[in-house]
């Protein structure tokens, strides 16, 4: 059997539900099948459960895209204040955290059941625990093979998502899809991902596990986050380290200022004017963990000795650690702990106002499969709004 509609997504991620909610809005039928037995899993476990949505500060300086032109044309058609009013038009109550992100004082169901309310009352079809067997163009457009039937479509979104958080279901299908149509798609990496260290730093890592404290910390590209950064039994994680593992690329250091709220040389200094006969560690500890300063400074300076006789060099060594530390990760936690997946559908073969290929008439590609990534903070989210409402409202 064979059935028809104007519009098939593959994927009922946040993408794929606000591509296919603006699409029926317009008239369209619309159809949107998806292997998972729940639509929007990733939305879900987003942000504690709470779902950071967008955020109040949104431009295409927040975006990694080998083509970084590529984002402007749909952030500026909808922007987050586009989709802070369909939330508020829905009485979901939100809060701002740090850095303008935004997210639901409940829970991220308020989300999904927002974006699944907009495909119910326009007429769009969410078909879950459907898998794809096969996808052919033909002259109608596009003929998709189910684990159930045929589905004839003028239209096919591609709104697979990316590699991350495979127990949720992620997969390479996207990627497939265009390749077959032969598109390119870029090396795809870890993206939002803690940074594992060396096996030798193993004793030090367990001494350090659990300690958060506020850094700044950047790739050699000389891009700098402030933010937390967390250190765990296998490296560092918190979302200093998850901004910088976008940019960092392997073999390479990271460095880390662990105190940008100070200057230790001025503290010192001030320190040997007033407690000459203070030790080190102790002059240390009012600033950072007894942990982190042995496990760094143990080695380099005598940390019981007093502060009024440190020497130059000593002086330097605190110095370069505490403001400067060079870290150089052996890799990450892989895409089993990666929000994003870096990489993708190259756009430079996508239209940036349509999301249409540029190879195949009627094929679009919405959300995290083009290699778009953003930052930690609702970018990725309202990458997925607003690609998907610019191809919803491009099919005719």
Not at 97 to 123: M, P, W
Not at 150 to 159: F, G, M, S
Not at 231 to 256: C, D, I, K, M
């Amino acid at each position: 059997m064979i059935r028809t509609t104007d519009v098939l997504v593959i994927g009922a991620g946040a993408a794929g539900l606000m591509c296919a909610a603006t699409a029926a809005a317009r008239g369209l039928a619309v159809v949107v099948v998806d292997h998972a037995r729940k639509a929007g899993k990733k939305i879900l476990v987003s942000g504690g459960g709470r779902c950071n949505f967008t955020n109040m500060d949104v431009g295409p300086e927040h975006y990694l895209c080998a083509n970084p032109h590529f984002v402007k044309s749909a952030l500026a058609r909808y922007s987050q204040w586009d989709f802070i009013a369909l939330v508020s038009r829905y009485n979901i109550a939100y809060h701002e955290r740090e850095h303008g992100r935004l997210f639901c004082d409940g829970s991220a169901k308020q989300i999904v059941n927002l974006l699944l309310n907009e495909n119910q009352a326009a007429g769009s079809h969410v078909e879950l625990n459907t898998e794809i067997k096969s996808v052919e163009q033909n002259e109608q457009g596009f003929l998709v093979t189910t684990g159930l039937d045929r589905i004839q479509c003028r239209h096919l979104v591609v709104a697979t998502g990316g590699l991350s958080f495979p127990k949720l279901g992620a997969t390479g299908f996207g990627y497939r899809i265009a390749k077959m149509f032969g598109h390119r798609v870029l090396p795809t990496r870890p993206g939002l991902v803690p940074l594992t260290l060396a096996s030798d730093t193993e004793m030090a890592l367990d001494k350090l596990s659990g300690i958060s404290l506020p850094v700044r910390m950047g790739a050699e590209d000389g891009r700098r986050f402030t933010e937390d950064c967390l250190f765990t039994h296998r490296g560092l994680s918190g979302p200093a380290v998850l901004q910088t593992s976008n940019y960092w690329q392997h073999q390479q250091p990271v460095e880390v200022d662990l105190l940008p709220q100070a200057q230790i040389e001025a503290e010192l200094q001030a320190l040997r004017q007033s407690q000459p006969g203070l030790s080190l560690r102790r002059g240390l500890t009012r600033h950072l963990p007894r942990r982190l300063i042995d496990t760094l400074l143990a080695s380099r300076v005598n940390l019981d000795g007093p502060i009024g006789q440190l020497t130059r060099e000593q002086t330097d060594a605190v110095i370069q650690t505490l403001h400067h530390w060079r870290p150089v990760p052996n890799g990450s936690e892989g895409f089993d702990k990666a929000e994003v997946t870096l990489g993708g559908v190259d756009t430079s073969e996508i239209s940036s106002k349509t999301m249409m290929s540029q190879k195949v008439k009627n094929l679009y590609f919405v959300g995290e499969v083009m290699d778009v990534t953003g930052w930690l903070g609702g970018y990725n989210f309202q990458w997925a709004w607003s690609s998907g409402y610019c191809c919803g409202q491009a099919m005719d």
